[in-house]
């Protein structure tokens, strides 16, 4: 129940295309849902957060949609571009636990 | 511009030999994590510690792994004796909150 499904494992996705990304959870007492971007060599970074009160959340060109009745959540990236290849993670938290449930990753590539 | 720093970057070992790695967390940040990455297992929490108290190591291999904070600066991760599993890059983030602020990682190859 504490585990985070993510899918696809690898995406190659043309450039200027949408990547799509997603992520199921069981525990109905998640309530953060963060996206980190991971370069190759780099330590993970937080990309964009989403609570389970909002449906969606967009920055720039990075967007999170959250089902709470399906407990999945995905990221999309719109006009996909070659520095967004990098290896995905989305994770769930609950309450003041801070302790991050990771998922398995993605690695992207966007090709030129 | 804070960053987690981590020492050292790179380290080769032979097996049976003692590894640490150390980490300056974030000033202010109250939470420290540490964290193995490797292409099989993708990210696998071995430490967390919250105002310098560990709250979760059940992650970390406990005859061989140790993991502390001898002060708000320092979080230290060690392995006695290093075997050619451990072979993998060690994370650690610090943070306030949700938000974790990963290090650059010391990739550590045990021979």
């Known amino acids: 129940q504490q585990q985070v499904k993510q899918s696809p494992q690898s995406l190659i996705v043309q450039k200027g295309g949408i990547s799509i990304i997603n992520c199921a959870y069981e525990?109905?007492?998640?309530?953060?849902f963060p996206w980190y971007q991971q370069f190759p060599g780099k330590g993970p970074a937080l990309l964009i957060a989403?609570?389970?009160d909002v449906s969606e959340k967009k920055e720039g060109r990075f967007t999170i949609s959250f089902n709470k009745s399906a407990k999945q959540f995905s990221l999309h990236i719109m006009d996909s571009q070659p520095g967004d290849s990098a290896t995905y993670f989305c994770?769930?938290?609950?309450?003041?636990?801070?302790?991050?449930?990771w998922g398995a990753g993605t690695k992207l590539i966007i090709k030129p | 511009d804070a960053r987690v720093t981590q020492t050292p970057r790179h380290k080769v070992t032979e097996m049976g030999q003692e590894v640490t790695m150390r980490c300056q967390p974030i000033?202010?940040?109250?939470?420290v994590f540490w964290y193995r990455q490797t292409m099989m297992q993708g990210l696998e929490l071995l430490a967390y510690?919250?105002?310098?108290?560990?709250?979760?190591d059940s992650g970390m291999p406990k005859d061989r792994f140790s993991a502390e904070m001898p002060d708000a600066t320092l979080a230290t991760l060690k392995i006695q004796p290093s075997e050619p599993r451990d072979s993998a890059v060690y994370f650690c983030?610090?943070?306030?909150?949700?938000?974790?602020?990963f290090g650059p990682g010391t990739r550590l190859t045990v021979l």
């Open positions: 983030a610090s943070g306030f909150g949700t938000r974790q602020f």
């Open positions: 000033l202010g940040h109250n939470t």
């Open positions: 510690f919250r105002n310098r108290a560990p709250l979760d």
């Open positions: 525990n109905t007492a998640f309530d953060y």
């Open positions: 989403i609570r389970p």
């Open positions: 994770a769930a938290s609950k309450g003041s636990n801070y302790q991050l449930i």
